[in-house]
């Protein structure tokens, strides 16, 4: 993306503001040409006087020159108004719409799919959205106050120089020339390695992201000191790409400068010898050095803002390029919202892979009818937790296709379909508020009595109730002021709470010790009842009573039935029922007996 092309899309994200971005551009436009007429004044004031000063000269009074000051004095108010109302404004409509595209880009990133998630780290994702933003409230407000304004004076100024004296125009052509000339020499030499640089500051947002996240892991091993040198090393890293960026355009800055100040000079000696030869007047030789000063002035703007925007455009493109991303799941344009389900579960014919080579589910066909407990036992990655993935649209299958109450997937609305499913999580995830708006997650409008109650019967109650705060309690980040045992149970808690039809478990009682898993199991017992659940288990105790356990090997469902059915098979779940003691010798015996 060129820098034309992105400053473009940057004043494109005005959005429904954009009426007061070309008014704002009107008054920048009147400003800039009430701002040359005060030098043009100014040249026919001394014309004046020194036309005055001849011998056969009409005597000047005040008065013949009272409408010149007077147009010199309007045109000056003008422009002290019209200044304060673009600062005024073009700083509200700026803050305005940083705030506005902040949120759309949170909601945005928020929307994207987990497998984006995945492969993108929350502290360059952080950094991108708090830089972006940054970068684009400081072009507006430049862009409005300062940048159109010297803009449209080069436009205004150099036409109206030719017309008023084309011999002295040509040095100010000369000098904008030279200025474009150094500019793209200048942008040539350092494209790339501003693009670098903004490289390492994602590298050190995702490493300080990464130190802090695990802060007590940093702690634990002793390692304050590497990840210190491990940010250092980035840093120099960071810096060592940037001084040479910021050389070349200190360079140009000092040539800019220096060609200005031979150009004043220029004009000077010019006008001068102009002077002699009958060519031009003092007015116009004080007219254009007030040009040129206004010149080199606008000139400096212009160079500032080009490198301004040179120095954000990679922070921008990487903005962008996030806000472009399109999630691969997303309301389909017909998708329904069909209220609360039943919860009558399909799989038909699923197939999907992560990498387009290894099947991570291959052909899964099973049906679960409502108040159903579907167990999905099998190695670690044999396909359970990419199933349940696909329940939630997590992702969509490749071919196949997963109906709930005989409605596709693809036909819902993504929030209908996951209001619908609660989930609870292996890994808890919390966030770092109170208990109750941790559980209001589930069901935004749930009352106290309602959350309380949530609470006991996921066995959470007691360590709520112990704390001053009670359902006010911060439970810090990722829960970490709670223990293992008491995050899992208010997750479970927040899962009740919002009673949807379709439950999944992910190893849920995994975090308990003995006591409480089986209080909880009962709770959750009680909670199965008339909905669809679907439980992903490794200790086979937890799933005796399910309806009907999926034995999951390579992507594929290897062995079905209940509990008692598949140990009487003697196959891998049997095996597996073994290794965890829950099937005695005997037992194996007699199956091996059956099989013969």
Known sequence: MNLLKLYGRVLALLGPEAGLGWFLAVANLALSAAMFAEPVLFGRIIDALAGSQKADATPLTFERLLPLLGAWAGFGLFTILCGVFIALHADRLSHRRRQAVLTDYFEHVLQLPLAYHGGSHSGRLMKVMLTGTDSLWGLWLSFFRENLAALVSLIILLPLSLYLNWRLALLLIVLCTLF??????????????????????????????????????????????????????????????????????????????????????????????????????????????????????????????????????????????????????????????????????????????????????????????????????????????????????????????????????????????????????????????????????GKPDATDEEMI????????????????????????????????????????????????????????????????????????????????????????????NATRILVFKDGRVIETGSFDQLVAQGGAFAELARSQFLVAPEKKAESEDAAE
């Open 180 to 441: 474009v000339v150094l500019t793209t020499f200048v942008l040539r030499k350092t494209g790339e390695m501003q693009a670098s640089v903004e490289k390492y500051y994602s590298d050190l947002a995702e490493r300080a992201s990464d130190a802090l996240g695990n802060v007590a892991l940093v702690q634990s091993f002793a390692r304050i000191e590497a990840e210190v040198m491990g940010l250092r090393m980035v840093v120099e890293r960071l810096l060592g790409a940037q001084m040479p960026v910021l050389s070349w355009w200190a360079v140009m800055t000092v040539l800019t400068r220096a060609s200005t100040t031979i150009t004043l000079l220029a004009i000077f000696v010019l006008g001068t010898w102009l002077f002699f030869q009958g060519l031009t007047t003092i007015g116009e030789i004080v007219m254009f050095m007030s040009f040129a000063t206004m010149l080199v002035g606008r000139l400096e703007q212009v160079a500032g803002f080009i490198n301004s925007v040179f120095m954000v455009a990679p922070r921008l493109q990487e903005f962008f390029d996030v806000l472009d991303t399109v999630p691969a799941v997303r309301d389909a344009p017909h998708a329904i919202d069909p209220g609360r389900l039943t919860g009558r579960v399909n799989f038909e014919d699923v197939s999907f892979s992560y990498d387009g080579k290894r099947a991570a589910i291959a052909d899964l066909s099973f049906t679960a009818q409502p108040g159903e407990v579907i167990a999905l036992v099998g190695p670690t990655g044999a396909g359970k937790t990419t199933a349940l993935a696909l329940l939630h649209r997590v992702f969509d299958p490749q071919s196949g296709r997963i109906t709930i109450d005989d409605i596709d997937l693809r036909d819902m609305k993504l929030a209908a379909l996951r209001r619908n499913i609660g989930v609870v999580f292996q890994e808890v995830l919390l966030f770092n508020r109170s208990v109750r708006e941790n559980l209001t997650a």
């Open 453 to 544: 109650d949530a609470l006991k019967r996921a066995q959470a109650y007691d360590f709520v109730e112990r704390n001053p705060d009670k359902l006010n309690a911060i439970v810090g980040e990722r829960g970490r002021f709670l223990s293992g045992g008491e995050r899992q149970r208010l997750s479970i808690a927040r899962a009740l709470l919002k009673n949807p039809p379709i439950l999944i478990l992910d190893e849920a009682t995994s975090a308990l010790d003995a006591a409480t898993e089986i209080k909880v199991q009962a709770a959750l017992d009680e909670v199965m009842k008339d909905r669809t659940t679907f439980v992903i288990a490794h200790r086979l105790a937890t799933i005796r």
